[in-house]
Nanobody, 122 residues
Framework: VQLAESGGGLVQAGDSVRLSCVVS????????VGWFRQASGMARECVAT????????NYLDSVKGRFTISRDNSKNTVYLQIDAMKPEDTADYFC????????????????WGQGTHVAVST
């Protein structure tokens, strides 16, 4: 099983970025997927999660309105759109998949990608 994130880099405050997570090695439409971030010295937190069919999503309260998670099951890909980026969004961003309901709890996710770094400058 592989999860490969892409789309990170250096952006300016106020910009938008779209992260992608391509999943292989499992039946993609059977897995919920979450996006997580980990800032330097901080715990990893789930910022968004999406159900297997994409009809249900949930977000960390602090990112609601700026983050949008979506998926394309025909491409085995999950996206995270981040708008109006802030310096505090600087972090490593990871995607992860789990067999079961979509949840914001990191420890229940089974498969993880290596992450992509996003740095937001002022």
């Amino acid at each position: 099983v592989q999860l490969a994130e892409s789309g990170g880099g250096l952006v300016q405050a106020g910009d938008s970025v779209r992260l992608s997570c391509v999943v292989s090695g499992l039946i993609f439409e059977s897995y919920a997927v979450g996006w997580f971030r980990q800032a330097s010295g901080m715990a990893r937190e789930c910022v968004a999660t999406i159900s297997q069919t994409g009809d249900w999503t949930n977000y960390l309260d602090s990112v609601k309105g700026r983050f949008t998670i979506s998926r394309d099951n025909s491409k085995n890909t999950v996206y995270l759109q981040i708008d109006a980026m802030k310096p505090e969004d600087t972090a490593d961003y990871f995607c992860a998949a789990r067999w079961g309901i979509a949840t914001l709890t990191p420890r229940v996710y089974e498969y993880w990608g290596q992450g992509t770094h996003v740095a937001v400058s002022t």
